[in-house]
């Protein structure tokens, strides 16, 4: 009975449960999704579809806040509004049923995790970043890629323009330098892996950057949401994903090949970076910080070179020191060219 108000309360009345061929129908299609658009899922459509089959899926009247259909981790149950189309797999259905795959042995297990969720004594932690997840794996399965959109204030690359695409973007820069596959794998099958990958990466930040995802979460939520705040607080959170990572690195660097391939990713990470728009260079923090980063790699390059045989400086100038300056060079110039790029209007 306690269910029953807890959904009415939010404005759920539930109806009756679907029949087999439906629940059937939406079980083939979501797994095919899944396991043909997310590499990380390629072998796992018979587990996906077994277990999406055997889901509590149930017809309801819907608060619209919705999008018409909820999942409610409590009785680990589906709910789809009467007036939803089933033949029609969306976001908000894919996204939702991710949400039952993660509470899939319910929460009553002794580390009560759900996804990234952590439901703790007084507190969720990893909310947000676990709906971020979800909505980047549901635009994968829908076959969206990550690409580049602007309005009037900022450019960021998302695989999803109109939900939680600022969460999506900054998912995005941190699986650039982690990985998809223990993020996926800890989304769906509730495991510990993407968290502990995150500590190794961003160390004593990775508290603050999942601080953040909660803070941008609850703002979106909001009927009178302030983008400019979440802006300010994606800013944020993306100077501490690439400060970290690079600063980190850089200080274990100990051979010309390192130095190398971290300049590279320096380089490729500027294609998924957030920026501010009408924004000049010098007052942008990434393009300040690609700066310093770009004279500590040449400090360090001479380093490793003397301190591998000091008489070699003088060839090292002429030959792969060379190389390594022209490459930085290309990488300033590449800063104006950007900069007369235009990009699609977000929607």
């Known amino acids: 009975m306690s269910i029953l108000k807890d959904l009415e309360k939010i404005g759920i009345i539930p109806g009756r449960e679907l029949k087999i061929e439906e629940r059937n129908h939406l079980a083939k299609i979501i797994a095919n999704k899944l396991s043909t658009n997310v590499n990380e899922l390629l072998d796992s459509y018979n587990e996906l579809y077994m277990r999406i089959f055997n889901s509590n899926m149930y017809y309801a009247k819907v608060d619209e806040k919705f999008k018409g259909v909820f999942y409610f981790y409590k009785n680990n149950t589906i709910y789809i509004d009467d ?11 894919i996204h939702e049923n991710i949400h039952y795959l993660q509470n899939f042995s319910k929460i009553t297990k002794k580390n009560n995790r759900a996804g990234i969720c952590q439901f703790m004594e007084f507190k969720i932690f990893g909310l947000g970043i676990n709906e971020a997840l979800v909505q980047y794996i549901t635009a994968k399965a829908l076959g969206n890629k990550v690409h580049r959109i602007n309005n009037d204030i900022i450019t960021i ?11 999506t973007s900054l998912v995005a820069q941190i699986l650039f330098f982690v990985g998809a596959q223990e993020a996926v794998e800890s989304c769906i099958s509730s495991t510990d892996k993407f968290e ?17 995802f909660d803070l941008i979460l609850n703002e979106n939520n909001k009927i009178d949401r302030n983008e400019d705040k979440i802006i300010e607080i994606y800013m944020q959170t993306q100077e501490l994903i690439y400060t970290t990572y690079f600063n980190k690195n850089y200080k274990r660097v100990t051979t010309i090949k390192e130095v190398g391939d971290l300049v590279k990713k320096l380089e490729d990470y500027e294609n998924v970076v957030g920026k501010l728009l009408n924004t000049a260079s010098n007052e942008n923090n990434f393009d300040k910080f690609k700066d310093e980063m770009e004279s500590k790699f040449l400090r360090k390059y001479i380093e490793i070179n003397k301190n591998q045989n000091k008489h070699s400086l003088v060839v090292v100038y002429k030959n792969a020191l060379y190389n390594l300056w022209n490459k930085i060079l290309n990488f300033i110039q590449k800063k104006g060219n950007k900069e007369n790029t235009k990009y699609n209007n977000i929607k």
């Open 83 to 93: 007036s939803k189309d089933i033949s029609n797999i969306d976001e908000y259905i």
């Open 157 to 167: 690359c998302t695989n999803s323009e109109n939900y939680y695409k600022y969460m």
């Open 196 to 212: 502990n990958e995150l500590y190794n990466t961003f160390e004593e930040n990775t508290n603050k950057i999942i601080k953040n």
